[in-house]
């Protein structure tokens, strides 16, 4: 099984937004297939543009960090008919107990991102 999903340096878990690479996993070989910069680094509407990004992955499932599936996102995978699941940052992918998305995470994402643009308008 591949999934898309994004890391830090040290190949943990982090939020869409604030992830160093965007990844391709392949579970069954725990290996790496793709490693790349992280798309969101640079767009102006961060989770989306890694959503898009998975979903020409073609991944099997996509493991979305906590706080990084906002309702743009979550269209995004929704309309590709793309399953996705959440777990904590900070994980190693070997350590990963993932559950289903659902509603709260999407409403607790969306809240996320738009604390983050505020953010960055203000400094």
Do not use: Q
Not at 2 to 21: H, P, Q, W
Not at 65 to 83: D, N, Q, V, W
Not at 92 to 109: A, F, H, Q, T
Request: glycine fraction near 2%; charged fraction near 30%.
């Amino acid at each position: 099984m591949i999934i898309c999903t994004t890391v830090d340096k040290n190949l943990r878990l982090m939020e869409f937004s604030r992830a160093e690479y965007i990844i391709l996993y392949d579970l069954d070989k725990k290996e790496i297939i793709e490693k790349k910069p992280n798309p969101a680094m640079w767009a102006k509407i961060k989770r989306p543009a890694v959503a898009r990004e998975c979903v020409r992955a073609k991944p099997d499932i996509v493991l979305a960090p906590h706080g990084s599936t906002c309702f743009p996102s979550y269209r995004i995978f929704k309309t590709a008919h793309l399953k996705v699941v959440v777990d904590n940052n900070g994980k190693r992918l070997n350590e990963i107990d993932p559950w289903g998305l659902n509603m709260k995470e999407v409403i607790y994402s969306s809240f996320v991102a738009i604390f983050e643009r505020f953010h960055r308008l203000m400094n």
